[in-house]
């Protein structure tokens, strides 16, 4: 029986904001780049040059186009681990192979333990846990903890790799943990959300929603996903496309 991962104050993750993400994919390449010669290098490319590209990815932006009543909108949308609180893929790993530290809340993979029998990926709502093929074990963000605690480093660059190499300052990190920590403030004044939280696995990490646009022909404030879903709002729109 698996037990529940240890709670701990510290609580490091990712503010995502997309009202600034342009979906230009820094993201994905810094991280694959970083983790070429990782924590869990290398990330496996499959047919890198023919039509089918695949291969493990930390990273990935999906872009959704919307109409809506006031017209169209297009979100990009980054997808990576969420480091829940009580994350569901430690729970049903049968061999301790996933696993979440009580020093930073970070959740990881000894890929040692690991015998790829994927229950990790069925179980993750958030479609976070990739596979490995060349090496049968299953992989995920790590949040480069071989950067972020780098003392070889400036300090201003310990901070994971999708973050260092965004160009609009889209992606933020810190200590959630910490409620005076700036991104924990920046969460606040910016309405962060977590993703289906109804779920109870209590993710870290938090989406700063679109900023309302001023509609000229009204001069009123609209918020572009306001009726992108049948329930309305923003997350109802994150449950609609995190259900494709």
Known sequence: MTCLPEKTDRKLG???DLDTCVGCNACVTSCKEWNAGGHMAPLTDLNPYADKVDGVFFNRVHTYEQDTPKGGSTIHFPRSCLHCETPACVTVCP???SYKRASDGIVLVDEDKCIGCKLCSWACP????????DVGVMKKCTLCVDRIYNENLAEEDRVPACVAACPTGARHFGDFGDPD????????????????????YNPTNRYLPPRPRRDAATATDALPLEDASPEGGFLGWVDRMLSR
């Not at 958030?126 to 093929?133: L, N, T």
């Not at 309405?191 to 939280?197: D, E, F, S, T």
Request: aromatic fraction near 6%; hydrophobic fraction near 45%; proline fraction near 3%.
């Open 14 to 16: 990712l503010a995502i």
């Open 95 to 97: 061999t301790g192979a």
């Open 126 to 133: 958030y479609g976070a846990r990739e596979f490995d093929v």
């Open 181 to 200: 920590s700036a991104i924990s403030k920046l969460s606040e004044e910016r309405g962060g959300v977590a993703l289906m939280p109804e779920l109870g």
